[in-house]
């Protein structure tokens, strides 16, 4: 006796039927507002005619750098070091390799969320002998309630939509069949950022006096959010 064959599941209908017709439609939001934290990088560098005198330099200079930013306290939220290197520069004439002399150099990543002291911060730090200062890149913290916002801004934005519709066709909605980020297998960050400032350094001598601080203009932030939704509907009539 064969017994019967299992019944597979038949797939979703990707559509509406006449007695459950659905509507689908994409929700979108677009929030744009002030940064929460900068970022900037500070690149030490140091020569010398042999090893140890450009790493003596390069550790007394880092070490300055490294205290400056400290001492602005709790407006620094993130000090990392990123990279380091001694590298020999050999001379280019004659027949043997000579080496002439030594470059070294400390990379610097800091991270704060007072814009008022990462004016006075950048302009410090361009100030002192062989550094560099780049940034800053602005931005919104991973976790920042915004983008949570932007996400339910943009699931409200097609609940509205899919109504707007229904109104249109004299019915209502029924219940909501799914509900999916825009290109969920694939997606890209909500945050969408751009523009930062052109690198300064300064080659030279600890000045003198100094210089005034720096007037940074904090940039836009740009959140987007999208989803696909779809819904049933109670039949019209038509």
């Given at each position: 006796m064969t017994s019967p064959a299992s019944e597979?599941?038949?797939?979703?209908?990707?559509?509406?039927?006449?007695?459950?017709?659905?509507i689908a439609v994409r929700g979108e939001a677009h929030l744009e507002i002030d940064p929460e934290i900068a970022r900037i990088g500070i690149t030490v560098s140091a020569?010398?005619?042999?090893?140890?005198?450009?790493?003596d330099d390069l550790t007394r200079r880092n070490?300055?750098?490294l205290d400056l930013v400290k001492s602005y306290g709790s407006s620094v939220e993130r000090l990392e070091t990123g990279h380091f290197s001694i590298t020999p520069e050999l001379t280019q004439r004659g027949r043997g390799e000579r080496v002439r002399s030594y470059h070294g150099q400390v990379h610097v990543t800091a991270e704060l969320?007072?814009?008022?002291?990462?004016?006075?911060?950048?302009?410090?730090?361009?100030?002192?002998e062989l550094t560099r200062v780049d940034g800053p890149w602005w931005a919104l913290r991973p976790d920042s309630p915004v983008h949570r916002d932007a996400r339910q801004q943009a699931v409200r934005e097609a609940v509205q939509r899919a109504r707007e519709y229904a109104e249109a066709l004299g019915t209502t909605l029924a219940a909501l069949v799914e509900l999916a980020d825009t290109g969920a297998e694939n997606a890209e960050p909500y945050q969408r950022t751009a523009g930062r400032m052109r690198p300064m350094a300064a080659y030279g001598t600890e000045a003198?006096?100094?210089a005034a601080p720096l007037d940074l203009e904090?940039?836009?932030?740009?959140?987007?959010?999208?989803?696909?939704?779809?819904?049933?509907m109670t039949p019209p009539r038509l």
């Amino acid at each position: 006796m064969t017994s019967p064959a299992s019944e597979e599941p038949r797939p979703a209908v990707p559509y509406g039927t006449p007695d459950a017709p659905r509507i689908a439609v994409r929700g979108e939001a677009h929030l744009e507002i002030d940064p929460e934290i900068a970022r900037i990088g500070i690149t030490v560098s140091a020569r010398g005619k042999d090893r140890r005198s450009a790493l003596d330099d390069l550790t007394r200079r880092n070490a300055a750098v490294l205290d400056l930013v400290k001492s602005y306290g709790s407006s620094v939220e993130r000090l990392e070091t990123g990279h380091f290197s001694i590298t020999p520069e050999l001379t280019q004439r004659g027949r043997g390799e000579r080496v002439r002399s030594y470059h070294g150099q400390v990379h610097v990543t800091a991270e704060l969320s007072d814009f008022t002291a990462l004016g006075e911060l950048t302009t410090r730090l361009a100030d002192l002998e062989l550094t560099r200062v780049d940034g800053p890149w602005w931005a919104l913290r991973p976790d920042s309630p915004v983008h949570r916002d932007a996400r339910q801004q943009a699931v409200r934005e097609a609940v509205q939509r899919a109504r707007e519709y229904a109104e249109a066709l004299g019915t209502t909605l029924a219940a909501l069949v799914e509900l999916a980020d825009t290109g969920a297998e694939n997606a890209e960050p909500y945050q969408r950022t751009a523009g930062r400032m052109r690198p300064m350094a300064a080659y030279g001598t600890e000045a003198e006096d100094t210089a005034a601080p720096l007037d940074l203009e904090p940039q836009k932030q740009h959140v987007y959010a999208q989803v696909n939704a779809r819904f049933t509907m109670t039949p019209p009539r038509l």
